[in-house]
């Protein structure tokens, strides 16, 4: 199995489901309506400064249509060059789920120094 991520603005959203279609590939995914990030075609944040925002598409397949994916993002980064268009791969171990990520243990938090308090008049030891 294979893990595709396909990463782009709004703006080609249609293009690239579209194309998906034409290749008869990607039929099962989830869409992440909004993402937010900054690439190499600069920051979508979705906001008054950066207002643009990009969408992700994370599709399991098997490698024939990983690469009938990989066709259809080509032929829509093709005709929009500078949209900011990314497709990512992994690949699973053979007849095996991906194992899922360990998080380690966070460490305990450093102790906190000691208190000192004053309970006299200022200037004065107690």
């Known amino acids: 199995m294979i893990r595709i991520e396909i ?8 293009n690239i489901l579209e194309a998906l279609v034409s290749e008869n590939a990607g039929k099962y ?5 909004s993402i937010f990030g900054v690439g ?6 979705g906001d008054a400064v950066w207002p643009e925002e990009n969408f992700a598409l994370v599709i399991w397949c098997e490698e024939e249509e990983a690469r009938a994916i ?3 993002v080509s032929s829509v980064k093709e ?7 990314k497709i990512f791969s992994l690949s699973a171990l ?8 360990s998080v380690p243990a ?18 004065e030891n107690i």
């Open 106 to 123: 966070a460490a305990p938090p450093p102790a906190p120094p000691p208190v000192k308090i004053h309970l006299g008049p200022v200037g």
């Open 79 to 85: 005709k929009f060059p500078g949209e900011g268009i």
């Open 29 to 33: 995914f989830t869409k992440y309506p």
């Open 70 to 72: 990989e066709r259809a």
């Open 94 to 101: 053979a007849g095996q789920a991906p194992a899922p990520a």
């Open 40 to 45: 190499s075609t600069g920051p979508r944040m």
């Open 7 to 14: 990463i782009a603005n709004h703006s080609v959203e249609e």
